[in-house]
């Protein structure tokens, strides 16, 4: 079955320190990879996404992620943390086989402390 | 930036009763979806339109119906709401980019059935 899998419910880190969130997928051939962020009380915003091409992937706010396929992965990470940072993310993958849909995580809490 | 808007924003409803939201875009988008947000599932679809009265079911259809006789309106229909219903409803338009295209997310519809 398709899917995409965020191993961490919540990951904490300290504000300044890097910070990356997991994300797995299983899906035939090459995927269509996105992030998101939520906001309470908020819809999702784009972050970034891999198409094809160059495997680290920059997007909004200091954020990118690395497309890893031979570990089925694209982690979303950013070098130095902030308090603002602190969201819900969810990693999302379009099968190329079915390319109508977008398959969400399950979503992961990033708390960053001052 | 393209236009989204749902409504209402907010319902509270009883069991067995119909129940409609709507979701509007002011740009010709092709595609419109709609998903529902719950704890620990993440966003799950649950029916998408690829144009003006042509939809597909997502992966929890059960109990919901959509309509779309105009390419800027998408209607979600619960037809007898049940408890089970109580969630945030997503909708989303893809911009254009074909199956790299990212989805742009309403505010959401917060759905209670009592």
């Known amino acids: 079955a398709q899917s995409v899998a965020q191993p961490e419910d919540q990951v904490n880190v300290a504000e300044g320190n890097p910070l990356t969130v997991k994300c797995t997928y299983s899906?035939?051939?090459?995927?269509?990879l996105f992030w998101y962020v939520q906001y309470p009380n908020r819809g999702l915003q784009f972050l970034l996404k891999y198409i094809t091409g160059d495997n680290l992937v920059k997007g909004s706010y200091g954020f990118e992620a690395e497309f890893n396929k031979s570990q089925t992965s694209f982690h979303l990470k950013k070098p130095s943390a902030l308090v603002s940072d602190s969201a819900l993310y969810f990693c999302a993958v379009r099968p190329p086989t079915n390319t109508d849909k977008l398959i969400f995580g399950t979503g992961t809490r990033l708390q960053v402390f001052p | 930036d393209a236009g989204i808007t749902q409504s209402p924003r907010h319902k509270v409803t009883e069991t067995g009763t119909p129940v409609t939201l709507r979701c509007h875009q002011t740009e010709n988008h092709r595609y419109m979806y709609w998903y529902r947000q719950d704890p620990g599932h993440g966003l799950r679809l649950i029916h998408y339109s690829y144009g003006v009265k042509d939809t597909d079911k997502g992966e929890v259809s059960d109990g919901y119906s959509v309509s779309r006789s105009k390419t800027e309106d998408f209607l979600l229909t619960l037809e007898s709401a049940t408890s089970s219903q109580t969630s945030v409803y997503f909708c989303a338009i893809r911009i254009a980019g074909g199956p790299g295209g990212e989805l742009f997310f309403g505010e959401g519809s917060r759905l209670t059935v009592l």
């Open positions: 899906v035939s051939g090459n995927p269509y």
